[in-house]
């Protein structure tokens, strides 16, 4: 006869990210003096890359955005040139994943911008932008580019559509017209083939974006969606809401069942929006108040319990927004797993902080670093509305493995179209969205006419001076 011996272990879960901490920037490193917009839109107003910071300003008359090199630490002039040319607030700013000097933005004026950034940064205000998108019949709140297909730009408006555009003719080419309300999130999955929107009817929706089709759809009654975002790989989407009683909460998704959540947990009795971020690479999750100081984290696996709290990063300061540095603008010699630049409004602060594996080595990592989606776009626009889809290009953060992207943005040249009614070009003629545009209009119109009223006036005199030498070759005698 056999006896099995079992022996009794403590529930203990070893995590290579259990002593992640966030390390604050030192206040040189930090950028200061910073108008940063006072909108209440549910947004972060904030974008960053390996190469530019850009935040959302307070601005009289119009929306404007800075544009600040990430080597320009310190104190920001309050003359410092922005990026000026939308007539309503900016609403969202988003650098385009395959070309460090190309940014999106959208407005309460109705457009989507595409703006490009010279390469020391600006240095004087910026009006005219590459591409001007016009689509929209209502304010833009939300702008997504494609995470892996070049020039494929996703907006979405208070009009409840989303339009999906390709910047190679600067043209909108699918509208997704599912919404009911406000869309409040967009998310893509690893491959960009799925899209989950979160909107204020109180759905949540997973989407085949070329045809529009809900593939799945969730009516959040107990649990009020406000933000979601696809767990990479794993099949999931973890959303954050408001439960019942008010609770800020979280909930897990089978995106291919959203009859009802996996699990749900709350987290406090907070009222501000729960942002959350995910790093597929790590598997971590990050959860960001709005209007709080902390930062909860926690380790995501495929089984239970699911979601696996670490600790807590805690500042006094409350934050308006967070940008993120992607992968490959990372201190990997830091031992560096995540980037946030935190936008303290009371302060114009932006302050970046570091998600940090403690190790005692100074060599590369490969363990926390494993192949991540690069600079490099895996798919054309032709060939994604084709149908195809495409997992990202990866790329190594070891050194030695940086490569710049070799993608650059052409603005369509666009033939001259023309809408013709009682003889006045429409699309030469844009009329005015808002009152600020109908002075500007107004003014340059006027501007306009001086400048027509001068020439007219020199073309006289140069009338009556050829005139007169007409005159004069007359009257003289001919030489014989």
């Known amino acids: 006869m056999t006896m099995m011996m079992m022996s009794w272990r403590p529930q203990y879960r070893s995590s290579k990210f259990r002593n992640v901490y966030g390390k604050v920037a030192n206040r040189e490193h930090c950028f200061d003096g910073i108008p940063i917009t006072k909108n209440v839109h549910d947004n972060h107003f904030c974008a960053v890359n390996a190469r530019f910071l850009a935040i959302v300003t307070e601005s009289a008359g119009g929306g404007s955005f800075l544009v600040i090199p990430l080597e320009q630490t310190g104190r920001i002039e309050p003359n410092y040139p922005k990026v000026c040319g939308h007539q309503g607030n900016v609403l969202d700013i988003k650098w385009n994943p395959f070309i460090d000097n190309i940014i999106a933005s959208c407005s309460e004026d109705t457009s989507v911008r595409i703006w490009e950034i010279p390469d020391g940064g600006l240095k004087r205000n910026m009006t005219e932008a590459l591409l001007e998108l016009h689509g929209h019949s209502r304010r833009v709140g939300l702008v997504e580019w494609h995470p892996t297909t070049n020039n494929i730009l996703f907006s979405a408006g208070y009009d409840y559509k989303v339009l999906i555009w390709n910047l190679d003719i600067g043209e909108p080419v699918k509208m997704i017209d599912c919404h009911k309300d406000v869309i409040l999130c967009m998310s893509f999955n690893t491959d960009g083939s799925l899209l989950t929107t979160t909107c204020k009817d109180k759905k949540l929706r997973v989407i085949e974006p070329r045809s529009g089709r809900v593939l799945q759809e969730a009516n959040c009654k107990n649990h009020r969606v406000n933000r979601v975002v696809f767990l990479g790989n794993m099949k999931r989407l973890l959303t ?189 003629n844009v009329p005015p969205r808002t009152e600020n545009e109908l002075l500007r209009m107004f003014f340059r119109q006027q501007d306009e006419i001086r400048r027509l009223k001068e020439e007219l006036a020199q073309k006289d005199i140069r009338l009556r001076q050829l005139q007169l030498e007409l005159k004069n070759l007359r009257n003289s005698p001919k030489n014989c």
């Open 240 to 428: 954050t809401g408001v439960s019942r009683w008010n609770t800020r909460q979280i909930a897990l998704w089978d995106q291919e069942d959203l009859s009802m959540p996996m699990i749900e947990e709350e987290i406090d009795g907070l009222s501000g929006l729960l942002f959350p971020f995910y790093d597929a690479d790590t598997h971590m999750l990050y959860l960001a108040g709005k209007g709080d100081g902390n930062i909860r984290y926690y380790e995501i696996s495929t089984e239970k319990p699911y979601l696996s709290y670490l600790m807590e990063f805690r500042s006094p300061a409350p934050q308006k927004g967070l940008g993120v540095m992607p992968k490959h603008g990372l201190d990997v010699s830091a031992c560096e797993v995540f980037r946030f630049y935190k936008l303290v409004t009371l302060k114009g602060l932006i302050e970046p902080i570091s998600m940090i594996v403690p190790r005692r080595s100074d060599s590369y990592q490969e363990d926390i670093y494993p192949m991540t989606p690069g600079t490099e776009p895996a798919l054309t626009p032709d060939e994604w509305l084709g149908g195809m889809n495409r997992d990202p290009v990866l790329m190594s953060l070891k050194e030695g493995y940086k490569k710049s992207s070799k993608v650059v943005f052409k603005a369509p040249i666009r033939e001259k179209k023309s809408v013709v009614v009682n003889g006045i070009d429409l699309l030469e």
